[in-house]
């Protein structure tokens, strides 16, 4: 875990997150948090970028360039378990349908583009259901 936390920085919250206020805000190393926290909520805060300590105090890495947020990977995850529960329910009935076509129309539905064929109609559906996709 060492390398990992080498060079990164994290900054420490006080406020009231939903809301959008902060009291105060602490840039800390990540080192400094494995000392002052524990290596477990170091860990933490690499893993998921972001980490709430409570209602009221929370970490958040800060990101390197092209590093995607703590949002957006929980979009990310959210779409590939809805496109892989979709792909394990529809292989019997398609069976030319594939993963990689799926997460593909997927992130072209994602994009703007169209519903394609019956699986892209059901997979339009459980995005719309989700909150990713907007009905329109």
Do not use: C
């Not at 902060?22 to 933490?44: C, M, P, W």
């Not at 979009?75 to 799926?102: F, G, N």
């Not at 064929?117 to 995005?127: C, T």
Request: a negative charge; zero cysteines; hydrophobic letters at 40%.
């Amino acid at each position: 875990m060492g390398n990992e936390l080498k060079g990164r920085y994290a900054i420490y919250y006080t406020g009231n997150k939903p809301l959008g206020t902060v009291e105060h805000k602490t840039r800390l190393s990540l080192n400094q948090v494995k000392v002052n926290f524990g290596a477990d909520i170091a860990r933490a805060v690499v893993e998921d970028k972001l980490l709430k300590l409570g209602s009221t105090h929370w970490f958040e890495l800060e990101l390197l360039p092209g590093e995607k947020d703590a949002d957006e990977i929980a979009r990310e995850k959210l779409k590939r378990e809805i496109v892989k529960a979709l792909y394990l329910d529809l292989q019997e009935s398609y069976p030319k349908l594939t993963y990689a076509w799926l997460l593909a129309e997927a992130d072209n539905q994602l994009a703007g583009a169209e519903a394609s064929g019956g699986p892209g109609m059901y997979l339009n559906e459980f995005l719309v259901k989700s909150g990713l996709l907007k009905e329109g």
